[in-house]
C-alpha cells in the first residue's frame, strides 16, 4: 500500500542527489580543494559521482512503465556503440541480445546490489581520505577548531536530515513520482526522455550536425563525455601550473553553462513538439486507465497490467481505428 511512498522517495532523492553532487564538484573545484595533497579524494569523488548517476540510470527502468522502458532502451543502445566492449557490453547489461525481461533483473541487480555496494565502499575510503587530510579552509592560519566526532558529524547529521525532509515533503505533496502506462514493446512511445539529469546529453545527440559528422550515437554520447571527464580527472595535475586553478574554474563554469542551457533547450523543444505532447498524454490516459482495471475484483493478472490494456475496449478501440480506419474515414 505504500508503494507510491517507496517510488516517490527514489524519485525525488535522485535529482536532489544530482543536485547536491552538482553543488558539491563546484564547491571543491572553486575552493582549490582537488589539490595535493588531495588529489585522491578528489578522484574517489568522481568515482562517486559515477556510481550515483550509474545508481538513476539504472532505477529509471525498474517502474516498468513506457517512460523507462524506451528510455532505457536508448542508453543500451548508445552503450553498445562503445568502441571495442560495445557489443559485449550491451549484452551483458541486457541480459541477451534482445532488450527484454531479462534487461529489468539485469538492471535491478546493478541498482540493488553491485553500485550499492561499490557506493558504500568508496565513500568509506573518501570519508577516510577526508579524515587524513582535514577540511580545505582559504586561510590555514585560521582554520576551525573542530573535530571530525561530533562536530563534523553533527552538522552532516543536520544536513541530511534538511534533505531527507525536503524529500518526503515533496513526496508526500505529490502523492509520489509519475508513473506511466506499462511498458509495452508493441507499442510504440514518441516521448522516450532519460530524467532531466540526462537531458542536455539527449539534446547534443539530437543536433544534426552530430548526427551527420558521427553517423552514430558513439562521438556525442561516448567520445565528447569522455573528454570532458578527463579533463576533470586531470584538474589535480593542470591545477600545479601558474594559471591552472583558473582555468578549471572557467572551464567547469563554462560545462556548467553548457549542461544547463542544453536541458533548457531540451525542455523547450519537447513544450513546442505536438508528438510528444500527445505520446504524454496518451501515456498519462493510459495510466489513469490501467488504476481502474487493475482495482476490479480480479486484479492484475500473471501476465502483467499491460496484459489488462491490450483486453481493454476502450483502450484499444480507438487505437485500432487510428491504424486501421483513420486514413479512409
Known sequence: QAGWLVRGLHHFSAQAMTVLLALHLMQVVIDGAYKAPREINFWLGLVLM???LGLGLTGYLLPWDQKGYYATQVSTEIMGATPFIGPQSQVLAQGGPQYGHHTLTRFFAMHAGILPGALIAFLVLHIAVFRRHGITVPDPDRAPAATFWPDQVLKDGIACLAVLGTVLTLTIWHHGAELSAPADPSVGYDAA??????????QFLRFEWVEHVTK???FGAIYVPGALMAILTAMPIIGRWKAGHAFNVIFLFVMMVGIIGLT????????????????????????????????RPTGIPLEGAVSLLRADPKTQGPRLF????????
Do not use: M, S, T
Open 264 to 295: 533548457g533547450l531540451a525542455l523547450k523543444n519537447d513544450a513546442a513538439d505536438p508528438d510528444v505532447k500527445a505520446a504524454v498524454a496518451q501515456a498519462q490516459a493510459d495510466a489513469e486507465r490501467i488504476k481502474e482495471l487493475a482495482a
Open 50 to 52: 559515477q556510481i550515483v
Open 216 to 218: 552514430g550515437p558513439a
Open 193 to 202: 526522455r532519460p530524467e532531466w539529469y540526462f537531458l542536455f546529453l539527449f
Open 322 to 329: 487510428a491504424r486501421n480506419c483513420a486514413p479512409c474515414h
